[in-house]
Each structure stands twice: as C-alpha cells, then as structure tokens.
C-alpha cells in the first residue's frame, strides 16, 4: 500500500502535467471508486474543472480546481496514475485539454475519488488525518502528546492516521529501527527521549522514501522507486541488523508482518543501561 513517500512521488509526476490543464472528458468505469455517488454524476462534475494545483496530505492525494472544489484520491491497495498510457484495469480515464492522457489504474479496487465542495475539503481531512510529519506544526511536544496515554503498540500508534499523517507499515517499521524501539512497546511507555528520537526516526525514514522515490515491491502496483534495495528491517527476516549483526526478526501485529531488530530494539530498552543491554542480547 502506498505511503507518504510514495504518494508524494505520484504527487511529483503528476504536478507538472496537471497543474494549469482542464479536464476536458472524464470517463469514470467503476461505481467502487465514487461510491456512494454515481460516477456519471462525478465525471460529469470533473468535466470543465482547471486544476490549480495537486497537493497531498498523508496519503491523499488532491486535486485542487481553480472552483475551489478538490478531488480527494486515495490509492489504497493498487491503485495507480498512468499518463498517455492504456493500462489494464483501468477504472477512469481524464483527457486534458492539451490532449494528454491520464489513467488510473485498480486491480483491486479498494481505491476512491472523493469530489469536494470549497467548504469541505479543509474539515474534511482535518477529521481524517493528524499533521504533516514535515510541517513544522508537527515536534516533538505534539508527537508525545498524540500517543501519551494510549497503551496500544506504538507501532499501531503510528499506524493511526490522526496520530500524524502518512506512516504505513514499511515507514513505521523503518521509523521504529531507527529510533531503536520495540513496535510492540505500550505508546504510554516511551520516554522523553524516546519520543525525541521517534520523532527524528519518522522524518528520517520518509525523507529516505522520498529521495529514492518510494519503495517498488515488485508487485507492479508501485513501480520506479528504489527504497526496497535499503530498508533497515521491513521485509528482511533473519538478515543481519545494519547496526548490530544480530538477525532481523518478524513478528505479526494486527495481522500486518512487523519486523523489528531483536537486539536494538529491545522491548524495555529505555529501562536497561546500554552496556547491559548488549551483554544480555548476545
Ligand atoms: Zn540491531
């Protein structure tokens, strides 16, 4: 499923190719995608609007028209943008007005196109997700006080959009090596320090995202980026820790695979001298 580092390098593909352009057809081939409205009624709407510009916030995508409407995108599973080119599983189709072609693609439909009116985009996503991690709005301060008193896993913690905005499980679990903390440690339990090392794990790990345009999976729903060659722990079971050399363990988090460094991530790391802690681990 694609993250903030993924969503922002469609959201850099598609800027220069959108921005200034009107739609001048939209076909839209699957009600799933505008449900619980009739997507007749939607591309009809689309029709005629400039757009202004395209923003994300967390993983939405938006296309804001110079009407003041937006069009809220959210690619879920396989959802995908495809310009000038005729993809299978194509669900919707928008021609701009310099004749160019931009598809999106969904073979498992969990995907939606969510039309706005002026007035409700900004509550919209305000009731849906937390703040930019790259927003200075977004310290430290804020951060402790989303998951204090919440005695869920951090890692399900981070997982919760209104905590901040963009985590999936691949960032989060980067996040979470880099700060050297458990995913299944209680929120409530970080300590200051932690809190403050969470916080400069979680730019980290989506500003890596980014520079290397996302993380392609080889399933062919996200293609391009080259994150998936440097990841820390997501995905790398029983290979050695970057770090430590101690092996990289998985473990299940609501249903999600969770994988995490058994030796710097100690689950009670904060409690333990550092010294100690290594002796214990070997
Ligand atoms: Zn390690």
Same mark, same amino acid.
């Given at each position: 499923?694609?993250?903030?580092? #993924?969503?922002?390098?469609?959201?850099?593909?598609?800027?220069?190719? /959108?921005?200034? %352009?009107?739609? =001048? *057809?939209? &076909?839209?081939?699957?009600?799933?995608?505008?449900?619980?409205?009739?997507?007749?009624?939607?591309?009809?709407?689309?029709?005629?609007?400039?757009?202004?510009?395209?923003?994300?916030?967390?993983?939405?995508?938006?296309?804001?028209?110079?009407?003041?409407?937006?069009?809220?995108?959210?690619?879920?599973?396989?959802?995908?943008?495809?310009?000038?080119?005729?993809?299978?599983?194509?669900?919707?189709?928008?021609?701009?007005?310099?004749?160019?072609?931009?598809?999106?693609?969904?073979?498992?439909?969990?995907?939606?196109?969510?039309?706005?009116?002026?007035?409700?985009?900004?509550?919209?996503?305000?009731?849906?997700?937390? #703040?930019?991690?790259?927003?200075?709005?977004?310290?430290?301060?804020? /951060?402790?006080? %989303?998951?204090? =008193? *919440?005695? &869920?896993?951090?890692?399900?913690?981070?997982?919760?959009?209104?905590?901040?905005?963009?985590?999936?499980?691949?960032?989060?679990?980067?996040?979470?090596?880099?700060?050297?903390?458990?995913?299944?440690?209680?929120?409530?339990?970080?300590?200051?320090?932690?809190?403050?090392?969470?916080?400069?794990?979680?730019?980290?790990?989506?500003?890596?995202?980014?520079?290397?345009?996302?993380?392609?999976?080889?399933?062919?729903?996200?293609?391009?980026?080259?994150?998936?060659?440097?990841?820390?722990?997501?995905?790398?079971?029983?290979?050695?820790?970057?770090?430590?050399?101690?092996?990289?363990?998985?473990?299940?988090?609501?249903?999600?695979?969770?994988?995490?460094?058994?030796?710097?991530?100690?689950?009670?790391?904060?409690?333990?001298?550092? *010294?100690?802690?290594?002796?214990?681990?070997?």
């Amino acid at each position: 499923m694609p993250e903030l580092p #993924e969503v922002e390098t469609v959201r850099r593909t598609l800027e220069p190719v /959108l921005t200034g %352009r009107t739609l =001048k *057809r939209v &076909a839209i081939e699957d009600g799933r995608l505008t449900r619980p409205y009739d997507p007749v009624h939607i591309a009809a709407e689309l029709q005629g609007e400039r757009v202004s510009a395209v923003d994300r916030r967390g993983k939405y995508l938006i296309l804001r028209f110079a009407s003041g409407r937006a069009l809220l995108v959210h690619l879920r599973m396989t959802g995908s943008f495809h310009v000038d080119e005729e993809p299978s599983h194509e669900r919707a189709v928008a021609t701009l007005d310099d004749r160019t072609r931009v598809s999106y693609r969904d073979v498992r439909r969990f995907g939606t196109w969510l039309l706005l009116e002026p007035d409700e985009v900004a509550p919209y996503l305000d009731a849906k997700v937390g #703040e930019e991690p790259f927003d200075a709005l977004f310290t430290v301060a804020h /951060l402790g006080e %989303r998951i204090r =008193k *919440r005695k &869920a896993p951090i890692k399900s913690a981070l997982l919760d959009q209104r905590t901040l905005a963009g985590l999936g499980n691949i960032y989060t679990d980067e996040a979470l090596w880099w700060a050297r903390i458990h995913p299944l440690r209680p929120a409530e339990s970080l300590e200051r320090d932690e809190v403050r090392h969470l916080h400069r794990a979680i730019r980290r790990a989506l500003e890596r995202g980014i520079k290397r345009q996302g993380a392609d999976l080889g399933d062919g729903v996200y293609r391009g980026g080259r994150m998936q060659k440097e990841f820390k722990v997501y995905g790398r079971e029983g290979e050695p820790c970057d770090r430590c050399g101690t092996p990289i363990a998985k473990t299940r988090l609501g249903g999600r695979g969770t994988w995490f460094c058994p030796t710097c991530q100690a689950a009670r790391a904060s409690s333990v001298p550092a *010294r100690s802690r290594r002796q214990s681990s070997v």
